[in-house]
């Protein structure tokens, strides 16, 4: 009998010293950031009375932050100076994570009922706004996206310069009332979250 | 000035926020008066003896004990409390005897002139019984330390809610709360790492860490669950400084026979269905052989706070478990296997962008998405499974000592999936898998008269590994962690006074390595070493009257996200980053408990003082971090020295054989000593009282019981320095519940209803990290069928 108690304690210790012997960490492998933002390219063009580009007149403002959200670098933020009074513009927008090197942009437009831009800023709402910001595209629901979309400039601007805050919402929903609007301030009512939330300088 | 307020704030009790709290009890003391003074009316022989059935080495309560009284051949048994109650007796001198199997029998002479109360010791009977030891097969938790369990009545009473939830009903323990789903129990103000929990034996090792991160617990398994409220470091190793949650099955059958266990519970709110089967048997071929099966499930959806549903709040859960048992005179061992299998969804507006997300949701105080109900769950959710492997073994020697052998391999696998673009949706954004092998190794010497007591070795070894291809930088690292403890603890006993102490030496070795976000790679080796002790003692004053005193050391290693954190915590719009150079928290817990048993009304007081020393917490700097993606506040972990205390109370009394009136609260003050800051997430002020109706036999209904009862729950007036938002203000729940049991033929059906937030109140709960955009659950009917065979 004692010896049978001893074989089946052994027969308990033995496949149990193996599981502790191997068992050990892997290696880290790095992860590429896939949700990370490191560039917003704003590219305006002018365009003429029907709305269409002229050619040779596009130009980018960039805003960056190469290592993506960490500590100790903020975004360096370009300023929108080349906007002229009285004129109408079309404004696209590309973003780029440089960690994983992928145009997001694509990914937003894939996914474009989930995503929808507001512009808002000085130079934008309330009363020294000197810009019109209209939605020129929209999603499988036919809701505004604000990839693509038409600025205009006042012709007899009482200020000329303010900010220009762009916000990309993410799961907000788009049938909210006041929703479509490109400069809803109360855009966080709509539910969802900012994949993007960056202030430019505008000066005329 | 303010610091001198500050000061007087920890040491004066706070009468104003329990004011409320003793209004609402002054009806039920009014009616309990009303019932006193007609409830009695004297005859002659309408004397009472009432007792407690207790075991005699650890003061638990013995269930099934059987009472008899010779001269009337009139006898009864203990309930789940231990204690019994035999009406109608005339004058004169009895002999009572107590039989419980695996004991020596008790007897005692009384005689009679008034109702009596009476507490018998039942010592275990190392005599084995039948050639088969029940009791050593308990993990009893044998301590001086104060112990409050939840068994038979009272467990069934709660099945269908989750551990922290269930653990709500000891005073002094409450939970930390992550919208509706995910509660972690709190134990005098401590949780997660800080606290431990056995879960049959073997400690629970899953990501702990995180405030998000349940126990991986089936409380189905359980037949007990205890909370140990003392410093328990030597008995059980590192982390164990708030407390001790033992999660304990039922015993193996020894012998032939087959017997089971149906639950079937429906709860409106969440719209939930929980089944849960148990079934155990012996083996009629080889004596002392038995086995276990239990498996349960739950299906739910969308929570319902009374203005709203919450979306995307319902839970999945599939639980088996398995055990073999076999027992003889000399050996006992057992093979265990549990997976508890959980998806959990997560409040869809808790994942905020940035930081003016979160101010805007916490202004509007609610969730801005408008929900309706739903079983289906998507991002944000959890994905959970945990397996345990445990194998026992015992042998008792021929001098009367034993040996304990206890083998366990636990397997976490986590993975939380966030709100992301496109095909990321279904690639976890955390995918950690944590094993875990534990081994204890202990010695119980032979009780020598007085003393009594054991030596152990226990060895834990440890493998964190982040599963590639998230695409999200990891927030800890993969790690190598191996603990290796020694310990001895020597019991005296001696008429009433029982003495224990215990001394421990611990040596933990971490090795972490990972890529940080600037894809370098980092590595750091660790060494920790530690020495925890404890001294307790219990002293029975008289029959009635029981002290005890507990003071423990207890230590705790940084966890791996204190030392390694560095990144975005989109629930509270926060930058956290970690120091790798943290010390190991030190604890000094002293609690103390009275304890008075009497014939018609019990009393327990337990007050308690935890001195921790580096105790670590994230502090808010007031620096902020500007990104493309918009602002977030920075918090660092750093290291501080805390001082807990507090006191719980837990009372009934019977007013009348038909009706007992019932009390539990809990008070807690916590205070950062370096610089004079409360610390957050502190569990509030709170007093439970309740009255019940009983009913012995209503036709074939037996044991019917109707309970009114009433929450009071303070405003949090102690708040740290820094918060998102003021402390919700107090609030006040009725609850009620009812429950009988039905005899059918041999085998019994209990149907249990309870309504929970009876009045649809809205409110919110301090300790719920969603209380800045979130209300707490509305009403909520369940309905209980359980059916044993």
Not at chain 2, 63 to 79: F, M, P, R, V
Not at chain 2, 123 to 137: N, S
Not at chain 2, 387 to 402: E, Q, T, V
Not at chain 2, 544 to 563: K, Y
Request: a negative charge; one cysteine or more.
């Amino acid at each position: 009998m004692k010896k049978l108690n001893l074989k089946l304690l052994s027969a308990l210790l033995v496949p149990m010293a193996f599981i502790l012997a191997s068992c050990e960490k892997d290696d880290p492998v790095p992860e590429v950031d896939q949700e990370v933002i490191t560039a917003v390219t704003l590219t305006f063009a002018e365009v003429d009375d029907a709305d269409v580009p002229v050619a040779g007149s596009a130009f980018e403002v960039v805003a960056r932050d190469v290592e993506g959200i960490s500590l100790g670098n903020s975004p360096e933020i370009d300023v929108i100076s080349s906007l002229e009074a009285g004129k109408k513009y079309q404004l696209e927008i590309s973003l780029y994570n440089g960690i994983a090197d992928e145009d997001v942009t694509v990914e937003v437009a894939e996914d474009d009922t989930e995503h929808q831009f507001y512009f808002l800023g000085s130079a934008l709402v309330g009363e020294a706004a000197f810009l019109t910001y209209a939605y020129n595209d929209s999603d499988g629901n036919g809701n505004p996206v604000g990839l693509k979309g038409n600025i205009a400039v006042d012709e007899s601007a009482t200020s000329n310069a303010g900010t220009f805050r762009v916000v990309l919402r993410h799961d907000s929903n788009k049938d909210f009332t006041g929703a479509d609007d490109p400069n809803f301030e109360n855009f966080e009512q709509a539910g969802g979250e900012s994949d993007l939330d960056v202030t430019f300088q505008v000066t005329l | 000035m303010l610091h001198k307020r500050d000061k007087s704030n920890i040491i004066v009790f706070d009468f104003e926020s329990l004011f409320m709290a003793i209004k609402s009890l002054l009806l039920i003391q009014i009616l309990i008066t009303i019932f006193c003074n007609t409830a009695f009316s004297k005859e002659p022989c309408n004397f009472t003896v009432r007792g407690k059935v207790i075991h005699d080495e650890n003061n638990e309560p013995i269930e099934d004990a059987y009472i008899w009284i010779n001269e009337l051949e009139k006898g009864t048994i203990s309930d789940e409390k231990g204690n019994f109650r035999i009406d109608d007796l005339c004058k004169g001198s009895y002999s009572i005897k107590v039989t419980f199997l695996g004991h020596q029998e008790e007897k005692k002479k009384i005689d009679i002139e008034r109702n009596a109360s009476i507490t018998f010791r039942m010592k275990g009977d190392d005599v084995l019984l039948e050639g088969i030891e029940i009791h050593g097969h308990r993990d009893a938790v044998i301590t001086t330390s104060t112990v409050s369990s939840l068994t038979g009545r009272i467990l069934d009473e709660s099945r269908g809610k989750n551990l922290g939830e269930m653990l709500k009903q000891i005073s002094g323990v409450t939970t930390f709360t992550t919208g509706a789903n995910i509660a972690k129990p709190v134990i005098h103000g401590l949780h997660s790492n800080r606290i431990m929990i056995l879960n049959n034996g073997i400690r629970q090792e899953g990501q702990q860490w995180g405030s998000e991160h349940a126990p991986e617990i089936d409380p189905f398994m359980a037949d007990e669950i205890a909370v140990v409220k003392g410093a328990e470091t030597v008995r059980f190793g590192p982390e164990a400084m708030g407390g001790v949650i033992v999660v304990n099955p039922p015993s193996l059958p020894v012998s032939k026979g087959i017997k089971g266990e149906v639950n079937l519970i429906g709860a409106s709110n969440g719209r939930s269905g929980t089944a849960a089967v148990n079934i155990s048997g012996g083996s009629d071929k080889i004596k002392g052989l038995g086995y276990r099966i239990q498996s349960s499930g739950k299906y739910g959806g969308n929570i319902r706070s009374p203005d709203y549903f919450q979306s995307n709040t319902g839970v999945r859960e599939l639980n088996f478990s398995g055990a073999l048992g076999y027992s003889s005179t000399r050996l006992g061992m057992e093979l265990f296997y549990s997976r508890f299998q959980t998806t959990l969804g997560i409040l869809g507006d808790a994942h905020t962008g940035n930081l003016s997300d979160l101010q805007a949701i916490i202004e509007n105080g609610r969730p801005f998405r408008e929900a309706d109900f739903t079983y289906d769950i998507v991002n944000p959710r959890q994905e959970v499974i945990h397996d345990l492997l445990k194998a026992k073994a015992h042998y008792h020697l021929s001098n009367g000592a034993k040996f304990n052998f206890q083998y366990g391999f636990q397997q976490n696998q986590r993975q939380e999936f966030d709100k992301r673009r496109g095909e990321l949706n279904n690639r976890a954004a955390l995918d950690l898998e944590l094993f875990t092998n534990t081994l204890d190794l202990s010695y119980d010497h032979a009780t020598r008269k007085h003393w009594n007591g054991s030596v152990g070795l226990s060895v834990m070894q440890q493998v964190n590994n982040n599963i590639p291809g998230t695409g999200v930088t990891p927030l800890i690292p993969n790690y190598d962690m191996y603990n290796l403890g020694f310990f001895a603890i020597e019991k005296f006993t001696k008429g009433h006074l029982e003495l224990e102490g215990g001394l421990r030496y611990d040596h933990r070795f971490v090795d972490a390595v990972r890529f940080n976000q600037n894809q370098e790679l980092e590595k750091k080796i660790y060494t920790f070493r530690n020495f925890t002790a404890f001294l307790g003692g219990i002293y029975s004053i008289s029959q009635n009257i029981t002290l005890s005193t507990n003071f423990g050391s207890a230590w705790r290693p940084p966890n791996i996200n204190e030392q390694f954190s560095q990144g975005l915590h989109h629930g509270s719009a926060a930058y956290e980053y970690g120091n790798p150079d943290f010390k190991s928290e030190q604890a000094y817990k002293w609690i103390n408990t009275f304890s008075y048993t009497g014939n018609r009304f019990n009393f327990e007081l337990t007050g308690y003082l935890n001195q921790i020393n580096h105790y670590i917490y994230l502090n808010p700097t007031e620096e902020q971090l500007v990104s493309l993606r918009g602002t977030f506040n920075i918090f660092q972990y750093e290291q501080t020295n805390a001082r807990l205390w507090g006191l719980d109370l837990t009372s009934n009394y019977e007013i009348h054989p038909n009706l007992e009136w019932y009390a539990r609260g809990a008070l807690i003050r916590a205070k950062d000593m370096v610089h004079g800051n409360n610390l957050p997430f502190i569990p509030v002020d709170r007093i439970e009282s309740g009255l019940t109706f009983k009913m012995k036999q209503v036709g074939k209904l037996t044991q019917n019981r109707i309970t009114l009862s009433n929450l009071a729950v303070a405003q949090q007036k102690r708040e740290p320095d820094f918060d998102f938002a003021p402390a919700p203000s107090g609030y006040h729940l009725w609850n009620m519940s009812m429950s009988t049991y039905i005899p059918i033929g041999d085998n019994k059906l209990n149907v249990g209803l309870a309504v929970t937030n009876v009045l649809d109140t809205a409110y919110k709960e301090y300790m719920n990290r969603f209380r800045y955009f979130s209300h707490e659950m509305g009403r909520n009917i369940t309905l209980r069928i359980k059916y044993n065979f």
